[in-house]
């Protein structure tokens, strides 16, 4: 089922981030064909906050992959900006994601033994920037997270709020086009919960178009629009 911007979205959005048209994604288990993702047309405006519910094995980690041009639909186009991930080298793909998109996962996946600054200069290396460059960004980066002052402390003496927003910093010190984030509160408490929503908000109001798989219904409450993804097929979630 297609999903379309409101005439209210349409008016106050400049451009598109992502238009997807005709996905469809199928897999081979145990011999036989699985169709994950189905017949998928759908629209994010640039600046949009959009969450992603739907029951496990729905096709949300699917979509996640397409966008983040981690994976290429079986059918379709996926075009972020002017760029139809569909149909892109890999080579071209590894330029979107080191470029152009920011990855949250619930898991923090920072390095142990590095710093929080450290740990956010890494997500940089790929875009080959000078390392006063990549310095500058990641404080601005941890800055924006409210982190400043962790800059020099390990993960092991951040709480897990705390790490996520590092994670947060690392994504988008690259100024990327758009955040990904999949479950980014799964493994915290409702009050580390909230603080990471106002991380994401804050960002969102900066003009970052925000896209969040989740299962907590208090975060896809937060969003401009909540879909729901379901069988491989996209629709409108009611509140």
Do not use: C, W
């Amino acid at each position: 089922m297609s999903d379309t911007l409101t005439t209210e979205q349409a008016a106050t959005t400049t451009s598109v981030a992502y238009r997807l048209t005709g996905i469809t994604k199928d897999y081979t288990r145990g011999g036989r064909r699985v169709r994950a993702l189905d017949g998928v047309d759908l629209e994010i405006a640039q600046g949009e906050f959009v969450t992603i519910q739907g029951p496990t094995g729905g096709g949300k980690s699917t979509l996640l992959q397409l966008l983040g041009a981690l994976d290429q639909p079986t059918t379709g186009s996926v075009v972020l900006g002017e760029t139809d991930l569909a149909a892109a080298s890999p080579a071209a793909l590894g330029r979107v994601r080191a470029r152009d998109i920011g990855f949250v996962f619930q898991g923090f996946n920072l390095i142990p033994t590095l710093t929080a600054a450290e740990n956010v200069e890494m997500g940089l290396e790929p875009l080959g920037l000078p390392r006063a460059e990549r310095a500058a960004r990641a404080a601005d980066a941890l800055e924006r997270v409210g982190l400043a002052e962790r800059a020099d402390h390990r993960p092991g003496e951040l709480s897990g709020g705390q790490q996520q927003r590092v994670a947060i910093a690392r994504a988008i010190a690259k100024r990327p086009r758009v955040l990904l984030a999949d479950e980014p509160t799964g493994n915290l408490d409702e009050s580390m919960r909230d603080e990471i929503l106002r991380v994401l908000e804050d960002l969102h109001a900066e003009g970052l178009t925000l896209i969040v798989v989740t299962h907590d219904s208090a975060v896809a409450a937060r969003a401009g629009r909540r879909l729901r993804l379901a069988k491989g097929t996209v629709t409108v979630s009611t509140r």
